[in-house]
């Protein structure tokens, strides 16, 4: 099983930036998906953004497309969120999950189809 660790997050000010890395520990296969969800309070899990080596398939929601790039580190094993131009309604806690290829097909995330998570990382942002 693998195991999965965030880390990165911060408070930063509004337009500033942030990189989330989601370091994996246990054997992974290229055709796992690793995606990044976020949480803000009183609001539900959100799929930001995912990536799956395999076919090079990326996701991103609408509400960070163009300004969130997801990608693998192969150097540090890690799947790296870079946020720019952060917003205050980017403030959530953000948790990265695979799904070990197994259900996620594609579009929108589902935190249905993901099995294992991180313990998540709080980012803030405001003035």
């Known amino acids: 099983q693998v195991q999965l660790a965030e880390s990165g997050g911060g408070f930063v000010q509004p337009g500033g930036s942030l990189r989330l890395s989601c370091t994996t520990h246990?054997?992974?296969?290229?055709?796992?998906?690793i995606a990044w969800f976020r949480q803000a309070p009183g609001k539900e899990r959100e799929g930001v953004s995912c990536?799956?080596?395999?076919?090079?398939?990326?996701f991103y929601a609408d509400s960070v497309k163009g300004r969130f790039i997801i990608a693998i580190n192969d150097a540090n094993r890690t799947v790296d969120l870079q946020m720019n131009s952060l917003k205050p309604e980017d403030t959530a806690v953000y948790y990265c999950?695979?799904?070990?290829?197994?259900?996620?097909?594609?579009?929108?995330?589902?935190?249905?189809?993901?099995?294992?998570w991180g313990q998540g990382t709080q980012v803030t942002v405001s003035s």
């Open positions: 999950a695979t799904d070990y290829g197994v259900k996620y097909m594609g579009g929108t995330l589902n935190e249905d189809d993901f099995i294992s």
């Open positions: 246990g054997e992974t296969r290229d055709y796992y998906t």
């Open positions: 990536i799956r080596r395999s076919d090079g398939h990326t």
